[in-house]
């Protein structure tokens, strides 16, 4: 079993891994600082409240955007496992083909979406990440890595809205019963969330039109905390897949380590 931990801007996401499944995931805040003490007691706890004792656990794998989080949360792995803590990045060596020009900056989310949809699909993928940003990413069945998009993060996009403006609510981010709203919060649920789906529709059909490989129609895949509430609004996302992320660590770990 894996242990696979996902560093976003906002929040980490914290799985078990078994073969092409998760046992168990969990979500913290990753605006929290903590040492390598204090994440391995949170490992710890996590997996002593999932019921699975420490020695099933044979390695890990990390991804992160965020620079400070990655060498502690790392090591309190290592502690865990006995094991080295594999740290993905745009240098980790995977069977992907950044064909940008500077593919060093490319996130470590970004390349472990894009790999765990290419490899799970078979086929062209644009994965629509929504998290703290909305990243579009591209990726060919042959695992060469196009570039995408980098976009406003729906749930930025609110708190901006509210805190920037002194009388509109914060508010919970659903959609409303109609386009139209006759409450202020309604407005607003319309405004973004309904806004969300078509820059996303929009994004994707731009993409679609530049796609290099004529003929080819690319699966779009979803994917974040938000992809379940956006997606019913959606005419260009195919499917939802609220735990690629993770899964593409495991396959990550998997691949570099031969297993």
């Not at 400070?68 to 594999?86: E, H, I, K, S, Y």
């Not at 062209?124 to 069945?141: E, F, K, M, P, R």
Request: glycine share 10%; charged share 20%; net charge negative.
């Amino acid at each position: 079993m894996l242990l696979v931990c996902d560093v976003g801007n906002t929040e980490t996401t914290i799985g078990l891994a078994e073969g092409d499944a998760l046992r168990a995931s969990w979500r913290v805040m990753t605006d929290v600082p903590r040492t390598a003490d204090e994440f391995h007691l949170l490992l710890r706890g996590l997996l002593d409240a999932a019921g699975v004792a420490r020695e099933e656990v044979t390695g890990a794998a990390v991804g992160s955007v965020v620079p400070r989080v990655t060498d502690p949360l790392a090591l309190a792995c290592a502690q865990l496992t006995g094991d080295a803590t594999l740290k993905i990045d745009a240098s980790s060596g995977l069977p992907i083909t950044l064909d940008v020009l500077e593919p060093l900056t490319v996130g470590a989310d970004r390349i472990i979406n894009t790999l765990a949809a290419s490899r799970r699909h078979q086929r062209d993928c644009i994965v629509v990440d929504l998290g703290t940003a909305t990243t579009y990413d591209c990726i060919t069945a042959d695992g060469v890595f196009l570039g995408g998009v980098i976009a406003p993060g729906i749930q930025t996009m609110a708190e901006t809205l509210t805190r920037r403006t002194a009388k509109l609510p914060a508010t919970e981010l659903r959609a409303p019963a109609s386009v139209i709203g006759r409450r202020t919060e309604d407005c607003i649920r319309s405004g973004i969330v309904f806004g969300a789906a078509e820059s996303v529709d929009g994004l994707v059909r731009r993409i679609k039109a530049e796609w290099p490989r004529p003929g080819v129609e690319p699966l779009v895949i979803a994917t974040g905390g938000l992809a379940t509430v956006l997606k019913p609004h959606c005419r260009e996302i195919d499917l939802v897949e609220p735990d690629l992320t993770l899964l593409g660590l495991a396959l990550a770990w998997r691949l570099l380590r031969g297993t």
